[in-house]
């Protein structure tokens, strides 16, 4: 009786066997889960990657055309304090004997420059008043200056954190005078656009209909400036990816803000092209436009999907490749038994 209660020496083996099968497919399921955890690490840390290089080429653009424009620009923070100033506004101010425009106050640039423009801390402060209603704020002060009193066209533009509350004012001061200044940052921008690597579209908001495209637009889409003229950007766009195009440029227009976005394009040969897209609203000769900066990502994109197809068939090549060994190890010691 006493032999019959006690358990075979055989199912002890199959037993143990078991919790052994049972271990290694947990474990193996969890180096499986760990392996899915570090490629969507990755795909964000790509992801982050590639927004942080688009947004420093737009620094890099920006810091390019600031730094060469005749216009006097400073940047300001919410305390009125000069935190940077482009090469035109530090030329200015070695004129008049000071070093640096860094660490001024917005008054005692005023004063310097002589512009005639409202006193911080007054109700009629325009710095203020952009920092307040978080909106971009025009002025048309006078200057005097021994030689006379010139015209001047300040812009206060809010710099706005990524929760659209403005923690700096970027501030232009344009000389109306001296219309050959005008003239000759209008060929500036003109010559930037024109050779421009990226593609740059600028389009009517409302019919969406393209008005003015880059030698780079036409690179990219295949279509001459020509036909680019006679064709709207529902044209530009894979049927599927047209909604939430449309979407994001009408969002750009009615929020006056940058929308960015990853779009799917069709070329004029059919070819499928993926873009990372910003829709900027702009003034184009007094008109409201929807701006569209166009920076080709088709390459990148193939070959991220190639890499995270190897790294799934690599996943799987070597679970499925441990668990037959250990299974196989497994039967040997069950039949060697």
Known sequence: AEGCCREPRELKVVDGVAHLVAEDLATGLDLAATKAELAQVKRWFDTMDAQLRVLDGERQKFAAVARQ???????????????WANGALEERLEELGRRRATGLVVQALWDLLEVDCAPCGSPDCLVARAFEENRVVHDE??????????SLYLTFLPIKSPEGV???????IQD????????????RYRLIFERSPDAMIMA???SRKILLSNPAATKLTGYSARELATLDLETLHAKDDWVEARDQYDRAASEKTVVPGERRLRT???RTVV???SATPFDLDGAPVTFLELQDVTVQRSLEAELRHSQKMEAAGRLAGGIAHEFNNI????LGQ
Do not use: C, W, Y
């Not at 002060?141 to 010139?150: A, F, I, S, Y």
């Not at 039967?331 to 069950?334: A, E």
């Open 69 to 83: 424009s005749d216009t006097l620009i400073f940047v300001a923070n919410q305390e009125r304090v000069v935190t």
């Open 141 to 150: 002060p006078r200057q005097h200056l021994g030689e006379g009193t010139r």
């Open 166 to 172: 403005p923690t700096e004012m970027l501030v232009m």
């Open 176 to 187: 109306l005078s001296g219309l050959e200044v005008l003239r000759r940052s209008e060929a």
């Open 204 to 206: 009517a908001p409302g």
């Open 268 to 270: 004029k040969g059919g």
């Open 275 to 277: 873009a990372n897209v």
């Open 331 to 334: 039967v040997t010691i069950i």
